[in-house]
Nanobody, 121 residues
């Protein structure tokens, strides 16, 4: 019923930039918070950044000043602009959304399939 589809990952040299996008589609009534998480090989999934419906943001300390999260509520899309990338940013990046689908009255958490970001030194 609901899909979150990420795009924009790839291979980049250290110091470079990438922009990730995540579009939510399906029988969506309303989306509250959206966010990006990442998981490196052998590591646990960790929060990168979140954004509320009205635009309040939160960032992991490791990406503050380098990454910017934004969203377009008219398109049900969240973005992650990543600048000054470092090799330690290499991971699979996952989109997350807290949303309510039509015909239901509760909010549920959804994940995208992930997109690989690789930063070479």
């Amino acid at each position: 019923q609901v899909q979150l589809v990420e795009s924009g990952g790839g291979l980049v040299q250290a110091g470079g930039s990438l922009r990730l996008s995540c579009a939510a589609s399906g029988s969506i009534f309303r989306i509250n918070a959206m966010g990006w998480y990442r998981q490196a090989p052998g590591e646990q999934r960790e929060l990168v950044a979140t954004i509320t419906r009205i635009g309040s943001t939160n960032y992991a300390d490791s990406v503050k000043g380098r990454f910017t999260i934004s969203r377009d509520n008219t398109k049900n899309t969240v973005y992650l602009q990543m600048n000054s990338l470092k090799p330690e940013d290499t991971a699979v990046y996952y989109c997350n959304a807290d949303l309510r689908i039509t015909l239901r009255y509760t909010y549920e958490n959804y994940w995208g399939q992930g997109t690989q970001v690789t930063v070479s030194s």
